[in-house]
T-cell receptor, first 109, second 116 residues
Framework: TQLLEQSPQFLSIQEGENLTVYCNSS?????LQWYRQEPGEGPVLLVT?????EVKKLKRLTFQFGDARKDSSLHITAAQPGDTGLYLC?????????FGAGTRLTVKP | DSGVTQTPKHLITATGQRVTLRCSPR?????VYWYQQSLDQGLQFLIQ???????AKGNILERFSAQQFPDLHSELNLSSLELGDSALYFC???????????????FGPGTRLTVL
């Protein structure tokens, strides 16, 4: 059972479009991370959010942590083919880390 | 390059066999995590070690075991292998005393295990 639900599971869009993916949970996390994984490689950390309501920007990527620290969103502006990959959110509890199943994004040129 | 190394990169073996996967964490990191990733199951947390001691356990089968050595490298042992154990196995590390982290994990390149 996944403690973190990510949606959508799959997303295929054209280059230049905007998109938002979501990470939801009934649990409160002390911090939440977003990772991006390409086929055959390990996940790469994109960002960590810690404070409820926090917004962080990484170039065309905007990450938001929910006020109650139970959910998060990732918004990509003007998606590029290089954004293609599996986006994973992960929540940190007291002593462990739980990953969502991921959103598999495909950006077509 | 995350600084986490894993060997071997690929491993092909037969059912019933036993294999050992090895991980070296980033310099200074005290925690090592093991994950299994298969197409239909996503990234599944197996076990965490911190400075040589088991810290947290996830969905790890009894046929699997792990340890972290004094030099902080870790090994994941998989025994009595079954076809369903075929997957990517990732190691991650965190907890460098040199930086403020929130369980941020840095992943190795993975070991692709194929059980025939």
């Amino acid at each position: 059972t996944q403690l973190l639900e990510q949606s959508p599971q799959f997303l295929s869009i054209q280059e230049g479009e905007n998109l938002t993916v979501y990470c939801n949970s009934s649990s409160v996390f002390s911090s939440l991370q977003w990772y991006r994984q390409e086929p055959g490689e390990g996940p790469v950390l994109l960002v960590t959010v810690v404070t409820g309501g926090e917004v962080k920007k990484l170039k065309r990527l905007t990450f938001q942590f929910g006020d109650a620290r139970k959910d998060s969103s990732l918004h990509i502006t003007a998606a590029q083919p290089g954004d293609t990959g599996l986006y994973l959110c992960a929540g940190a509890g007291n002593n462990d880390m739980r990953f969502g199943a991921g959103t598999r994004l495909t950006v077509k040129p | 390059d995350s600084g986490v190394t894993q060997t071997p990169k690929h491993l092909i073996t037969a059912t019933g066999q036993r294999v050992t996967l090895r991980c070296s964490p980033r310099s200074g990191d005290l925690s090592v995590y093991w994950y299994q990733q298969s197409l239909d199951q996503g990234l599944q947390f197996l076990i965490q070690y911190y400075n040589g001691e088991e810290r947290a356990k996830g969905n790890i089968l009894e046929r699997f075991s792990a340890q972290q050595f004094p030099d902080l490298h870790s090994e994941l042992n998989l025994s009595s292998l079954e076809l369903g154990d075929s997957a990517l196995y990732f190691c991650a590390s965190s907890g460098s005393v040199a930086e403020s982290s929130y369980n941020e994990q840095f992943f190795g390149p993975g070991t692709r295990l194929t059980v025939l």
